[in-house]
């Protein structure tokens, strides 16, 4: 409180408004009219940044970490939540999976920035708890290929959307395909995504725990990324495209419409497998040919900043001819109130 410079509290559960006379001792101040709802929205330790109103008749509550806004109105006597923040998470359209009956969260957008975060529901603290890798992996987790492996407990990502949110700044797409080992705690750069599945224009993709299954028009691409293989369907008769929500079980696929009577369609992987014709790898590892032109460059620039170095050391030394080092040695034999004067100079 700026004017009786003493600190204030607000019980939420008896509504009571408590002020700080001396310290540790609190006296109630009155009671404070307190949204039943309000408890509900809060963690359990409180952290705020308030601002009093120009009349000091209002006071406004911000809530770290939680983008609520809260109005204590003194005339009133009342507290209410202002804001109208429901989507204040940071994963929206996150890769979500179970993992040895755990549910685990990895990546998505909000917040106005990509994450690439990979966090767990630790049901022993009722909380979220996040896994901190030995060494970093792809700077965006969202959209694109993103499907967690129970064969090999590992989590393939790739062809994320990346974004900056600069003015003028457009999206753009991460090539690159990576895995992230759980065992190992460690991300891996496998290679760089075909460029053929990156060009299908208006792609959806689904992961079925083996295949990433990515439908264009008249095209179904099976992506395995375990055996980095891709194998594509083509058929002029169907389009494969379509429903806004898909749903992967088992060896089947099913697409809804969001209206009360849209069709439903069903795909069999198992059959589109046995249409379909290998197209080549899902991924293609860095070439090593890049690998050894780097450690060349690395060379190169290593013995360029050493003749650099000893060039400049060289440039540094001072060297003199023979009437320069006459001249000095004159100078040097004098005594300390002694001088040359410029006929002895002109004659040396």
Known sequence: DPNLKQRARIDLITGELLKESTPGNWRVHGTIKVDPGIVLHLPPTVSNHYFFSPDSQKLIFTLAGTGQVFELNFLSKTLKRI????????????????????????????????????????????EWQAIRPKNFGPESIFDGYQGYSKLTDKFYTGGSEEGKYLENNPLSIDVNCYVYDFKTNEWTLLGEINAELLEQQNSEIIWNGNYFVQFSREKVYLIDPVKNAVFVYKSNKEQFQGGEYRYALGDEIYCYWNRDNGPIVKLSIREIESKAIYLGPFYSPPSKWLYYAGIGFGFLAILGLFYFLKRSKEAKMLTFDLQEKLLLKSLMDLTADSFLSTVEVNEI
């Open 83 to 126: 804001d109208q923040t429901f989507y204040s998470g940071y994963n929206f359209g996150a890769d979500v999976f179970e993992r040895n009956a755990q549910i685990y969260s990895v990546g998505g957008v909000g917040f106005w920035t990509y994450s690439r975060a990979i966090t767990y529901f630790d049901k022993n603290t009722a």
